[in-house]
């Protein structure tokens, strides 16, 4: 803006141009009293041209008196425009929408507008004259300092970003861009009289004012765009999981497939082993006492309690076993999303024996105390992921208590949760079976409680395992019906406590308890599988159950043996994957040559064919490998008798 219409000048001309007026009607006033004591008795002509010229000279200051206060008139509304312009300038540059500031080579703040004060929460009359790395986040200061003076000199196409905080300690990263240049009205004279650059702009003392190099500088608020940014680049991190889970999904259906297949022999071997020594057992008992009397009581003791000691050792073989299979089919679940299936459990049960394989890998200042309700109901669950469960559980506790030991409280009770259960609202009212697993580590941050359950977030060290996470962990419980809580006090540790509703089904109940005899028939059967251990074991089964077993590993040539035979085979069953050709292509061709055969489809893994798809095409059953002996005759019993 031109000097002209600064509103000091302004009103500097005014009152200048007013005592100029003001002088000269004095001067007048006293030449006319001059004349009029001089010019009582002159020349008549002399009078006349006098007061001539002073009429004259009185005309013209009559005009110059107008043309003043027209010129004053301007100057005024010259002011008032002015005055309209500065503010219509000062709130443009206090309602913009990046903070601006001026910063002296001292990073002193010599102005600023509203934006930055709103950033900041301050008044703005408290930024004024303060550095400016009184606002720059702790962590960020010294690099602020560092970077500033470089920054300085020069400023041109430069950025940087940094995390400034407001007055409740609040944060917001801003991305910080400025030019140089040269203003006055930056500097005046202290009382002592010396110089200082460091104080704000006064008007008072233009006349001493000097040019400065100052950094006229703009703040962006980026805080949404880092968080987008940050978003973006865990939507990425979750695109190269869900990629690295798809492989891991197709490694571990081969994997899972040649898993089961070794384990269907170990499964099918130690149970007809285990039937084996119940019949030693057996001939031991009604041994002829006098052969017995023969014998030293050692001996004698030998001869009953060695069948003993080796079935329990094939009850851990087929335990183990089933184990295995539980845990391929767990590595399926999480790699494929796949389905899991449920069945009533008591969870007493399954405590037990998680807490017998944790001891002696526990370190020997940990300690577990059990609480266990024995006579609590059963719960409809997937075993292994309820495993699963409850050993990140204690895991998750093992870790807390690292540094110094502790105890580990394990409760299993049920309750009634409209009475005890006051800190979740999620379950309906009724009775559930309360899990609780509580130790004395070093508890949870309370800021940190409302994000246990997020996925990814953890505050274990980066790269440090982190079992399930709390998040599955929540996701398999919620999946049941239940819920989780927690409670936890830094210093003085974390309880976790899960609720499942209680399933108290009498039918179920019984169907669990009751032990039923194994169905037998004397049908004959034709077995398909490559693997020769396969079709080795599943004759042996079905031997054992009665039937009469045909064993091929090539699909062909069991296809011509029952188109020759069809009145010989009673029931098909066959494996899955197969190299030459597919279980449901066997299906397809056995039952185009004789519509009505039963078939049971056994596969290790396979995605080609689902349980439901086989039951469209018209197969009678479906078992996933390893099969029980049970399983394998209810299943086989069933297809065959049909609806």
């Known amino acids: 803006m031109s000097n002209q219409y600064d509103p000091q000048n302004i009103i500097a001309v005014s009152n200048k141009k007013a005592l100029e007026w003001s002088m000269a009607q004095k001067r007048i006033e006293e030449i006319f009293a001059k004349f009029s004591k001089y010019s009582e008795c002159p020349p008549e002509h002399i009078k006349i041209e006098l007061e001539n010229e002073l009429q004259r000279m009185w005309a013209d200051l009559e005009t110059y008196k107008i043309e003043l206060e027209m010129q004053n008139d301007e100057l005024l509304r010259a002011f008032r425009d002015a005055e309209d312009v500065r503010k219509d300038y000062v709130e443009l540059f206090n309602s913009a929408p990046v903070g601006y500031l001026i910063l002296n080579s001292s990073a002193i703040i010599l102005n600023a507008n509203q934006t930055f004060a709103n950033m900041v929460k301050t008044d703005l009359a408290q930024i004024y004259q303060k550095p400016f790395q009184n606002f720059v986040a702790q962590n960020d200061v010294s690099d602020f300092l560092s970077r500033f003076k470089s920054y300085f000199k020069n400023p041109s196409d430069k950025f940087f970003e940094l995390t400034i905080n407001d007055s409740k300690r609040d944060s917001i990263v801003v991305r910080l861009e400025g030019r140089k240049k040269n203003i006055s009205g930056f500097a005046?004279?202290?009382p002592a009289g010396e110089r200082n650059t460091s104080v704000g702009y006064d008007r008072t003392e233009r006349q001493n004012d000097i040019d400065q190099e100052v950094l006229l500088i703009s703040l962006s608020d980026i805080t949404l765009l880092k968080q987008a940014e940050e978003e973006k680049e865990s939507l990425k991190n979750l695109l190269l999981h869900a990629r690295k889970m798809e492989a891991i999904g197709t490694l571990a259906a081969g994997i899972a497939h040649d898993f089961n297949n070794i384990l269907f022999p170990i499964l099918g071997f130690g149970e007809m082993l285990k039937d084996e020594l119940k019949q030693v057992q057996d001939m031991n008992r009604f041994t002829n006492v006098q052969d017995k009397n023969s014998l030293t009581k050692s001996e004698q003791i030998e001869l009953v309690a060695k069948p003993?000691?080796?079935?329990e050792m094939v009850d851990s073989i087929i335990t183990n076993t089933l184990r295995a299979k539980g845990l391929v089919k767990q590595i399926l679940a999480f790699s494929k999303n796949s389905s899991t299936a449920v069945s009533p459990l008591y969870l007493n049960l399954i405590l037990t024996e998680i807490i017998i394989s944790l001891r002696p890998v526990l370190l020997s200042d940990i300690k577990i105390v059990e609480i266990i309700d024995n006579s609590c109901s059963m719960i409809i669950a997937d075993a292994q992921q309820i495993r699963q469960v409850i050993v990140n559980?204690?895991?998750?506790?093992?870790?807390?208590?690292?540094?110094?030991?502790g105890t580990i409280t394990i409760s299993l009770k049920e309750d009634n949760f409209k009475e005890t259960c006051h800190d979740t609202g999620a379950l309906l009212n009724g009775r559930y079976v309360c899990l609780s697993i509580k130790d004395t580590g070093h508890g949870i941050e309370k800021e940190h409680l409302p994000r246990i359950f997020d996925p990814y977030f953890s505050t274990r060290p980066k790269f440090k395992g982190g079992g399930l996470g709390l998040s599955l962990v929540h996701g398999i419980v919620s999946s049941y019906n239940g819920a989780i809580t927690v409670r936890s006090e830094p210093g003085e540790g974390s309880e976790f406590r899960l609720f499942f509703p209680c399933h108290t089904s009498v039918s179920d109940l019984q169907q669990g308890l009751i032990k039923r005899k194994l169905p037998l028939g004397s049908e004959k059967i034709l077995v398909i599988d490559d693997?020769?251990?396969?079709?080795?074991?599943?004759?042996s089964m079905l031997k054992r159950l009665g039937y009469t077993v045909f064993n091929y590993n090539n699909p062909k040539s069991a296809l011509n043996f029952f188109k020759d035979r069809p009145a010989d085979v009673d029931l098909i069953l066959s494996d899955m994957t197969m190299p030459e050709m597919s279980g449901d292509d066997v299906a397809r061709e056995a039952m185009a040559i004789q519509p009505d055969i039963p078939i049971i489809i056994l596969t290790g893994y396979s995605e080609k064919l689902s349980s439901e798809e086989a039951e469209e095409m018209g197969i009678k059953g479906y078992l996933m490998k390893?099969?029980?002996?049970?399983?394998?005759?209810?299943?086989?019993r069933e297809a065959l008798d049909g609806d």
């Open 188 to 190: 005046n004279r202290s």
């Open 308 to 311: 003993n000691d080796m079935e």
């Open 393 to 405: 559980l204690i895991n998750n506790a093992v870790d807390a208590m690292q540094d110094g030991g």
């Open 531 to 539: 693997q020769v251990s396969i079709t080795k074991v599943l004759e």
């Open 626 to 636: 390893p099969v029980s002996l049970t399983t394998l005759a209810e299943s086989v």
